[in-house]
């Protein structure tokens, strides 16, 4: 499971937490900050939870770094953290600071919980589908846009993609990671999701067995598409064995939920989610990605699936999560 | 204060949180998570809080160990850690590992309380006697055990301490820092305490100011009395404005509570933390170690306070937090 569930003392309820903490991989201190933000929340909100009590923040601030660099760059780590919590609907309160050789960004999201406020992720049934509420390629669009100062490395990849479209991708990858997944949790309640989890470092598929191998019933995720950042997958496959994204192990941060809803309500939910992104300023939604069908709790990518390219908002778009103009360069 | 408080959707209930998370500062690995679990529940227990509803466990495996001995060092100081959150009673569900290019330990401590569980602390009133429920000096200890292998800093403490006398104190700083303090916790409620933290990193006058300039009435902390580990008062006067220990800043890790205490019920409290500790096989107890007085909400140490030196517990004692014979050598 994403979180851990404690039960409580106290009348039925629970204790629901979880806790995640990385390593900076934007450039941009205060995007890094909304995404580490939105990559802790993301476990709550694969169970179905839209609100939190309490974030704690930990940081370790790099001892390489020189004082000047340092005072820019945290406080502005903590404002997209802080900004994002905040867009949660929660706040931090507490945390922990060190020094360390690298700087460490994460946190600790913590609610508490009727029963009928979380779902547990273990209901899918046979004819449910698939659904995935962000683009993959993340770590394709991150690491192709730090090839773009390496020749050596963007000779691999030149023949496939154009610096402008890595840029967008990059930028596409950047506020994609940093939005938070709550519509999405606040959806799987009104059209019965019952199972669901967050693409993170295990890549799509990983995740997808994950899920598949905690259900109740017999049961098999089949995917048949893969909704991508546009140009990423000819980008992964120009890398050979690199990324593997097309196979599904491609790691994700802050990756979208992936969800198994009743067959009549996929669509439903997608059409939802992208009125209720573009309605608060966002983009993108969801998409149908696959089937359960019986099984052995198992997933799998169907050979040669469909690859559905995901445009870039384009670099002029207004994002909720548009970065202070003056931040300095983390990398 | 030591936790976040925040109160909760259901009933009068509030959540408390803590993190804490440090580098090891002893050889055995498997103290080392004893001492982290001791010190992140610590902060709970500043606040008269005995239960803990769930612990996260934060690492960082270091990047630096070869395979071996991380497979070695890494399963001892989760195994301390966990017999702390057992002994604690309560267990770790959940966590996050990286890899870093150093060891981090630590975790997160979350209770849901009922309001009369945990006690706030700004009740302090003139007349209260301050008490201490462990001995000063770990830090110095640490450090005087490391100087046993460095001839030019072990010359210029020799003259005050013997290698024997500073093997034994930093036995018993490792022991004291792997003592939690939650018997001190549960006695505050029966001796009805009026404010406590617990001392870490700023010294003992580092956090009685803190707790004093939290207070709602007019008072001012007064330190005559400073119980020290044995020998360590020396081995810091003769390092000059390297520790501070006298002056009450030498930073200590997993310390014990400081708490304010009625007059009437101090020497009783102290007595039954005796008792109450000598019961379960361990040492020490609680000291007197200064009065709350009107004044402006600061903490000091008079001139010449009296320094009480605590013997170690010796080698061959039983301790409930003796490590396994196999501990390799964190160092």
């Known amino acids: 499971m994403d979180c851990c569930v404690i ?105 508490v919980c009727q029963p009928n406020e979380f779902i547990m992720p273990d209901g899918a049934v046979p004819g449910d589908v698939l659904v995935l509420t962000k683009p993959l390629g993340t770590q394709v669009a991150v690491n192709a846009h730090q090839w773009l100062d390496q020749p050596e490395r963007w000779n691999k990849i030149k023949l496939v993609v154009s610096k402008e479209e890595v840029k967008e991708a990059y930028q596409e990858a950047m506020f ?89 309500q996929a669509a439903k939910f997608c059409s939802e989610m992208k009125s209720q992104r573009a309605a608060t300023g966002g983009q993108g939604g969801a998409w149908i990605i696959g089937i359960v069908e019986k099984g052995d709790r198992r997933a799998r990518i169907i050979d040669k699936p469909r690859i559905i390219e995901v445009p870039p908002r384009g670099r002029e778009a207004t994002s909720p999560a548009t970065s202070p103009a003056t931040s300095p360069n983390l990398a």
Chains 1, 2 share one sequence.
């Not at 205060?30 to 169970?47: E, Q, T």
């Not at 991508?228 to 802050?254: D, H, P, R, W, Y």
Request: negative net charge; aromatic residues 6%.
């Open 7 to 111: 039960p409580l003392r106290h009348g039925g309820l629970s204790l629901v937490q979880t806790t995640d903490f990385f390593y900076p991989l934007v450039e941009d201190p205060y995007m890094m900050g909304r995404i580490a933000c939105a990559n802790v929340l993301s476990d709550l909100y694969a169970m179905g939870i839209t609100e939190c009590d309490n974030m704690l923040m930990l940081l370790s601030v790099s001892q390489k770094m020189n004082e000047k660099d340092r005072e820019r760059v945290m406080p502005l780590m903590i404002e997209g953290f802080r900004d994002a919590a905040e867009e949660g609907g929660t706040s931090v309160t507490g945390g922990q600071t060190v020094v360390n050789p690298w700087i460490i960004v994460g946190g600790v999201a913590s609610v």
């Open 176 to 264: 994609s990671m940093a939005t938070l997944n709550r519509t999405a949790a606040g959806l799987m309640h009104k059209f019965q999701a019952h199972a669901a989890t967050d693409v993170t470092g295990f890549g799509l598929l990983g995740h997808a067995n994950n899920l598949a191998a905690q259900q109740k019933n017999d049961v098999a995720f089949v995917i048949h598409n893969l909704p991508i950042i546009a140009k990423m997958a000819a980008v992964s496959k120009a890398c050979g064995k690199l990324f593997n994204l097309i196979q599904g192990t491609s790691a994700e941060t802050s990756g979208g939920l992936l969800m198994c809803l009743p067959r009549e």
